[in-house]
C-alpha cells in the first residue's frame, strides 16, 4: 500500500472517527447523563456540609455535560479513527481475505473486544461519587495494565492461529488460539488485584444502567466507525468503474 493511499484513509479514518463520536455523544448524552446527575445527587446527599463550606466550582455542571462532553467525545473520535486508520492499513489482506468493510467492521469488533471489554469487565467504569480519591493513581495503573494486557495477548493469539493454520486448519487454529486467550485472560483476572470502593448503600441499580452506559457508549462509537470507515475504504479502494456517460450500460438483448 503505498503512501498516498494510507494517507487517504488515515483521512478518511479520522472523518469516520468523528462521525462515530458524533453518535457516541448522542449515547452519551441521552443514556449517561442521567446517571452521573444521580450520582452526584447521592454524593452530595451524603456529603457532610462542612465539606463543601469552601468549595469552589471551577465548570459547572452544565458545562461538564454539554460543551465538555461534546469536546472530549469528538476529539477522541478523531484520534482513535486515526491511529485505527493506520490499524486498517497494515492489517488488509493478513488476517484473511476480507474485503475492506469486512475487515474494518472485524477490526473495529476486535478493538472494542481487546481495548474496552476485556479491561471494563475487570475494572469496570464507576459514576461520580465512587471510588476513593486517594487510590486514582493505582486504580488508573491497574485499568492501563489490563488494557495493554488485553491488546499485547490479543496479537499473540492472532500469531498463534496463523502458526497453527497450516497443521489444523483455520477453523481449529481459531479454536485454540481464543481458549488460549481467554486462558490467560481469566489468570490475569485472578492475580491481578481486586478493586471495590463502591461506597455503602449506593444504589446498585444506578451503579449497572451506569455501566451498562458505559458500555453501550463504546458500542455505539466503535460499531459506528467500523460502519463508516468500512464504507469510505471500499469506495477508495475498490471503486466503481465509471462509463463514458456516467450512467451504466445496459445490457444487451
Known amino acids: 500500500m503505498n503512501s498516498a493511499t494510507v494517507r487517504n484513509l488515515l483521512v478518511r479514518g479520522m472523518l469516520a472517527g468523528l462521525a462515530a463520536g458524533v453518535l457516541a455523544l448522542l ?8 446517571s452521573v446527575d444521580k450520582a452526584i445527587g447521592f454524593e452530595e446527599a451524603h456529603a457532610h456540609a462542612h ?3 469552601h468549595e469552589v466550582e471551577v465548570v459547572s455542571r452544565s458545562l461538564q455535560s ?7 467525545v469528538l476529539v477522541y473520535g478523531v484520534a482513535f479513527g486515526g491511529i485505527a486508520a493506520l490499524a486498517f492499513c497494515f492489517a488488509l489482506g493478513r488476517v484473511g481475505r476480507f474485503g475492506p468493510r469486512a ?7 476486535t478493538a472494542l473486544l ?6 471494563f469487565l475487570k475494572y469496570p467504569a464507576n459514576p461520580p461519587s465512587v471510588g476513593d480519591p486517594d487510590t486514582i493513581g493505582k486504580r488508573t495503573t491497574l485499568y492501563f495494565l489490563m488494557m495493554l494486557l488485553s491488546v499485547l495477548l490479543a496479537v499473540a493469539a492472532t500469531m498463534l492461529g496463523k502458526r497453527l493454520a497450516p497443521s489444523l486448519g483455520n477453523w481449529w487454529a481459531t479454536v485454540v488460539a481464543v481458549a488460549a486467550f481467554a486462558a490467560v485472560i481469566g489468570l490475569a483476572y485472578a492475580f491481578l488485584p481486586v478493586v471495590n470502593e463502591v461506597p455503602e448503600h449506593f444504589p446498585a441499580t444506578l451503579l449497572w444502567r451506569f455501566r451498562l452506559s458505559a458500555l453501550a457508549i463504546q458500542a455505539v462509537l466503535w460499531g459506528g ?3 463508516a470507515f468500512g464504507e469510505l475504504a471500499e469506495r477508495l479502494l475498490n471503486p466503481k468503474p465509471a462509463t463514458a456517460t456516467g450512467r451504466a450500460v445496459p445490457a444487451a438483448h
Open 51 to 53: 465539606a463543601h463550606e
Open 114 to 119: 481487546t481495548v474496552y471489554v476485556v479491561p
Open 225 to 227: 466507525f467500523g460502519l
Open 66 to 72: 454539554t460543551a465538555g462532553l461534546a469536546t472530549g
Open 27 to 34: 449515547a452519551a448524552y441521552l443514556l449517561g447523563e442521567p
Open 103 to 109: 475487515t474494518a467492521l472485524l477490526l473495529s469488533g
